[in-house]
């Protein structure tokens, strides 16, 4: 059975489509979903190193811009 061009261009496409899925999965999607692992990588790996000490130019540690201010009395 002979398939069409477009059949074979439908299944090249999808095929290909598919293998990058597969290939990008553990790469890109896996790690946003559960990043507990990459969590406790990070805190074995950084476990003796204080982040003060190694701040370029005296400049001030990352803070969250988003983080708001508590009122007093709460």
Do not use: C, H
Not at 4 to 25: D, E, M, W
Not at 42 to 69: A, L, Y
């Amino acid at each position: 059975m002979a398939l069409s061009k477009n059949a074979r261009y439908v299944l090249f496409l999808g095929s290909f489509v598919g293998l990058l899925g597969i290939t990008l999965y553990p790469i890109a999607v896996s790690p946003m979903m559960d990043s507990t692992e990459y969590k406790k990588l990070q805190k074995v790996n950084r476990k003796n190193i204080r982040q003060e000490d190694i701040q370029p130019g005296n400049m001030k540690v990352w803070s969250d811009p988003f983080d708001r201010k508590k009122p007093e009395g709460e």
